[in-house]
């Protein structure tokens, strides 16, 4: 059974940083694209970053490009996202997200809460 298991939110203050983690367990790890989504109250889950299962290759929203940073580390079956210049609108639960095999997020963390203030 795959568990993901986020952790690192946190209140800061505009321009902080925050460096979230998600640990993964279940399957091999070190197979599978991940993805870093939040959502908002009131919005929609939006997806912020993805890494393939190398770490070769990442994405992110337009949003956040410049700001975050997804990366990996195979050994830990952890992902991480690097949170810097944070501002007020980057506010939400931030979930972690294991893909399958033809690259769709199929498992989910709790989420863990970011909360920006002005």
């Known amino acids: 059974q795959v568990q993901l298991v986020e952790s690192g939110g946190g209140l800061v203050q505009a321009g902080g940083s925050l460096r979230l983690s998600c640990v993964a367990s279940g399957r091999t790890f070190s197979r599978y694209g991940m993805d870093w989504f939040r959502q908002a109250p009131g919005k929609d889950r939006e997806l912020v970053a993805s890494?393939?299962?190398?770490?070769?290759?990442?994405n992110y929203a337009d949003s956040v490009r410049g700001r975050f940073t997804i990366s990996r580390d195979n050994a830990k079956n952890t992902v991480y996202l690097q949170m810097n210049t944070l501002k007020p609108e980057d506010t939400a639960v931030y979930y972690c997200?294991?893909?399958?095999?033809?690259?769709?997020?199929?498992?989910w963390g709790q989420g863990t809460q970011v909360t920006v203030s002005s």
């Open positions: 890494i393939s299962a190398s770490g070769a290759r990442t």
């Open positions: 997200a294991q893909r399958n095999s033809v690259g769709e997020p199929n498992y």
